[in-house]
């Protein structure tokens, strides 16, 4: 699976937007961009994915470059609750479907 | 929907003792399931992938015969640490892997997750 590195951790005000971003510059052109965030002492959770096109659903919006180098997760109004551990990960759909995760980016969101 | 449940979410054994954990799909079928280990302020460590009617397969380095993995049915897969000890003690993560559509939305629910500590 293709490699990303994502900023280490990032402070964002309440109400705001919070854009994290996610570098993937080994991507291939089958490997899909998947955002998943932990929230402490609980399991992952299922934010968001996609192969190409921007993606949107009711937690977030999905931005990958044309050149799918990179990708940014949009999360439209920032709440107390989105404090969490955000991880991108890029795979290919095989017959495994097995996620490999890194470090993540730690997101802070303040009063 | 797309959820997945853990029992127990937290346990506390003996050294030398066996532990088994249990995670189930509850409102989808999942043909695959992983399971997952993370230590503190650590990422996940993926240990299995888990095929339903069939064996694990493991990641290098983990040990099959000291974490045993059933997938008896197409909503439910075990895990025993066999043997525990302290060493053992960190948080299991499982999850189950939701395909839908004829193109396939393939996805991964995670169950909240057991903590086990090892005496």
């Known amino acids: 699976d293709a490699k990303t590195t994502q900023p280490t951790s990032m402070d964002c005000a309440e109400g705001r937007a919070a854009n994290l971003p996610c570098n993937h510059s080994?991507?291939?052109?089958?490997?899909?961009v998947y955002w998943y965030r932990q929230i402490h002492s609980q399991g992952p959770q299922y934010i968001i994915h996609?192969?190409?096109n921007n993606e949107t659903n009711e937690m977030a919006s999905l931005i990958i470059t044309e050149d799918r180098k990179s990708s940014t997760l949009i999360l439209p109004h920032a709440t107390l609750r989105d404090t969490a551990v955000y991880y991108c990960?890029?795979?290919?759909?095989?017959?495994?479907?097995?996620?490999?995760f890194g470090a993540g980016t730690q997101v802070v969101v303040t009063p | 929907g797309a959820v997945v449940s853990q029992h127990p979410s937290r346990v506390i054994c003996k050294s030398g003792t066996s532990v088994k954990i249990e995670c189930r799909s509850l409102?989808?079928?999942?043909?695959?399931m992983f399971w997952y280990r993370q230590f503190p302020k650590k990422s996940l460590m993926l240990m299995a992938t888990?095929?339903?009617?069939?064996?694990?397969?493991?990641e290098q380095g983990v040990e099959k015969d000291k974490f045993l993995i059933n997938h008896a049915s197409l909503t439910l897969s075990t895990l025993t640490v066999t043997s525990a000890h302290p060493e053992d003690s960190s948080f299991y993560i499982c999850?189950?892997?939701?395909?839908?559509?004829?193109?396939?939305?393939?996805?991964?629910?995670f169950g909240p997750g057991t903590r086990l500590t090892v005496l």
């Open positions: 888990s095929n339903e009617g069939s064996k694990a397969t493991y």
């Open positions: 999850s189950a892997r939701y395909l839908a559509g004829r193109m396939g939305t393939d996805t991964q629910y």
């Open positions: 990960i890029v795979r290919v759909p095989d017959s495994w479907g097995k996620l490999q």
């Open positions: 080994t991507i291939s052109g089958n490997e899909y």
């Open positions: 409102d989808f079928q999942a043909t695959t």
């Open positions: 996609g192969l190409k």
